[in-house]
Nanobody, 121 residues
Framework: QVQLIESGGGAVQAGGSLRLSCAFS????????WGWFRQAPGKEREFIAA????????DYADSFKGRFTISRDVWKNLVFLQMNNLKPEDTAAYYC??????????????WGRGTQVTVSS
C-alpha cells in the first residue's frame, strides 16, 4: 500500500506560480512512476506529467510543456509539480498518483485526495 497526500494548492492570480507537493508513505518499489493529474468540474481527469522514481525519465502532456515541471526528492519522499504562468483555465483539483509503470490514463494504482488550485483573472 502507498499513501499519498497533496499540498500546496490555493488561490492565485493569473500569471502567478504555485508548487504542489505530494508526500507519500508505504512500500515503494524502484519501478514506480509518479504522476500528476487534474480534474475541473464537469470534465474528465486529465494527465499532466509523470516521472520515474529514479528521475531518469519524465513524460508531459503537450499542453503543459514549458509551464509545468515535475520533480521528486527521493530522500524526503516527495514529488513536486511546479506550475508557472497560471491561467484561469488551470483551475481544478490536482491529484498525485503512483503506478507500476508509465501511463497517461487515470488508472494509476494509488491516488491522493487532491488539492484545489483556483486561478483568478
Amino acid at each position: 500500500q502507498v499513501q499519498l497526500i497533496e499540498s500546496g494548492g490555493g488561490a492565485v492570480q493569473a500569471g502567478g506560480s504555485l508548487r504542489l507537493s505530494c508526500a507519500f508513505s508505504g512500500t515503494v518499489f524502484a519501478n514506480y512512476v509518479w504522476g500528476w493529474f487534474r480534474q475541473a468540474p464537469g470534465k474528465e481527469r486529465e494527465f499532466i506529467a509523470a516521472i520515474s522514481w529514479r528521475g531518469d525519465r519524465t513524460d508531459y502532456a503537450d499542453s503543459f510543456k514549458g509551464r509545468f515541471t515535475i520533480s521528486r526528492d527521493v530522500w524526503k519522499n516527495l514529488v513536486f509539480l511546479q506550475m508557472n504562468n497560471l491561467k484561469p483555465e488551470d483551475t481544478a483539483a490536482y491529484y498525485c498518483a503512483a503506478n507500476s509503470g508509465f501511463s497517461r490514463e487515470p488508472e494509476y494504482d494509488y491516488w491522493g485526495r487532491g488539492t484545489q488550485v483556483t486561478v483568478s483573472s
